[in-house]
């Protein structure tokens, strides 16, 4: 029995499902209280997105042996039909029979997070990092908890965390290169996060133009012209990447091009201020309102 269990197992791993299925029926056949087949089987449901036919398989095998990581598939089927309340309660069983397990943790956060009770999520997401630092998951929604209590520092700094460990994660790339952007507004030192948020993204149009920003705070011409006319290729649309090429041209003394960046960026819609006034200035409009 335990050799055929094996070759269900390789194949279910291997993602021959229908193979494993057809084993897995074959042991139930001859031994119906299999705990670990049970568990397999509803394993299948679950990645099929079929709980209510997982959650019986699940109940038979923790009557025959209670066992941590059936109620964490139990508790994610619950989690499937969004009855949270059921999937926190197989939750906070396994992690009373398994104390350690940060993932049990995790989803115990998430169960919070979907009742509406965000610091006790924080609390078990807190604990999780204690018991394993390099939870990749935990690190994502622990951000987002940060980033939605308006603390982008810590937000990014859990995000940095697991960029380092799964630069692929296609759930956390867009977070992290946006916190890159958002730090560099109140960090005193913002080149280095925008060229890193560049390097990742080289079409985040967000970046060139912040960066554009920040060489012309510093007086370094060349590059802030460079990353601004990257800002217009990318996103020529954006009126206020056109207002900051007027601003560059205008610091290098070069009034006629300054000018027609500004109308460029009144023309796509820009009503600042300082758009306004810096035509009326440049086009002469304001000495003549005065004579």
């Not at 019986?56 to 089927?77: E, H, K, M, T, W």
Request: one cysteine or more.
């Amino acid at each position: 029995m335990m050799n055929l269990f094996s070759k269900a197992v390789v194949a279910h791993q291997n993602g021959d499902v229908e193979t494993a299925r057809a084993i897995y029926m074959a042991i139930l056949s001859r031994d119906p209280e299999h705990a670990d087949t049970l568990g397999m089987l509803a394993m299948i449901h679950l990645q099929e997105r079929k709980p209510q036919e997982a959650i019986p398989l699940l109940q038979r095998a923790l009557d025959v042996q209670p066992n941590p990581s059936f109620y964490s598939r139990i508790g994610i089927a619950y989690q499937q039909l969004g009855k949270w309340v059921l999937a926190q309660d197989a939750w906070q069983k396994g992690l009373a029979m398994a104390p350690n397990n940060s993932e049990f943790m995790y989803q115990l956060g998430i169960a919070r997070i979907a009742q509406g009770d965000r610091e006790q999520a924080k609390e078990y997401w807190q604990q999780a990092l204690e018991k394993q630092p390099n939870h990749v998951e935990v690190l994502v929604n622990l951000g987002m908890w940060y980033r939605e209590d308006e603390n982008i520092r810590l937000a990014h700094d859990c995000w940095n965390r697991a960029y380092k460990i799964q630069p692929k994660n296609p759930r956390l790339r867009p977070l992290y290169i946006k916190s890159l952007f958002e730090v560099s507004l109140v960090d005193p030192t913002p080149i280095p996060l925008l060229q890193r948020a560049i390097k990742i993204d080289k079409n985040y149009h967000q970046a060139y133009g912040r960066l554009a920003e920040c060489y012309l705070a510093k007086g370094k011409f060349k590059k802030a012209f460079d990353s601004c006319k990257q800002a217009i290729f990318l996103a020529p649309e954006k009126p206020e990447y056109h207002h900051a090429m007027g601003n560059i041209y205008r610091s290098t003394s070069q009034d006629m091009e300054a000018l027609r960046a500004y109308r460029k960026a009144r023309d796509l819609g820009s009503t600042h201020p300082a758009t306004m006034q810096a035509i009326r200035v440049l086009s002469g409009e304001e000495q003549q309102t005065a004579d």
